[in-house]
């Protein structure tokens, strides 16, 4: 094998180790997002579902009811696909991740790519090319360097508005948010 094929090969795990991390980064975000707001304002995990009493009774305060209830809340929601996940936040909680449905499909598909490259080591499977028609069933997905920081960028300015909109929404406490490192990447700050 030359050097030039080697080479080229650890550069798409290079950036697929990039996507796969910074999407881990984003979901698991959204997960701590929601974990915060509902121990912030516990009113809004009211709903029409039941818990057994014997839940309820098992607590020895209302302070770890809701911790525990937070934490059922949040892993329900992290098996869910970005779109019902935006979708959710947004009609509970009033709160858009998203501007718009091409962000939604956008972060869906890098999401999509995160997971074959997890799942499937990148090759394109049934699952992945019936969502993404215009792929080639058993080719490896490529990845651009502009591409793939400009797909990371936009997470993270996504994390960013996220951020901002939840602690002016819910009152959350923050110290150095995401905002000011969003303005920092997006151009509006010169240093750190």
């Given at each position: 094998m030359s050097a030039l094929v080697r080479h080229t090969r650890l550069f798409y795990l290079e950036e697929e180790l990039r996507i796969a991390r910074s999407v881990d980064n984003f979901l698991a975000f959204i997960s701590d997002l929601l974990a915060v707001i509902y121990r912030n304002c516990p009113e809004a995990l009211k709903s029409s579902e039941s818990i057994k009493l014997e839940v309820v009774l098992s607590h020895s305060s209302m302070e770890t009811l809701i911790q525990e209830l937070v934490e059922r809340r949040v892993n329900q929601l992290?098996?869910?696909?970005?779109?019902?996940?935006?979708?959710?936040?947004?009609?509970r909680l009033g709160l858009k991740l998203f501007a718009n449905s091409e962000e939604i499909e956008r972060a869906a598909e890098i999401i999509d790519a995160r997971n074959l490259i997890v799942h499937n080591r990148g090759v394109v499977n049934r699952l992945y090319q019936e969502k993404h028609p215009a792929s080639k069933l058993g080719s490896r997905l490529r990845f651009s360097v502009e591409k793939t920081f400009s797909d990371l960028e936009f997470l993270f300015l996504t994390v960013c508005n996220a951020d901002k909109c939840a602690i002016q929404k819910f009152g959350l406490e923050a110290t150095r948010t995401f905002t000011e490192l969003g303005e920092i990447v997006a151009g509006e700050k010169s240093t750190l």
């Open positions: 992290s098996y869910q696909g970005v779109r019902e996940l935006a979708g959710y936040i947004e009609d």
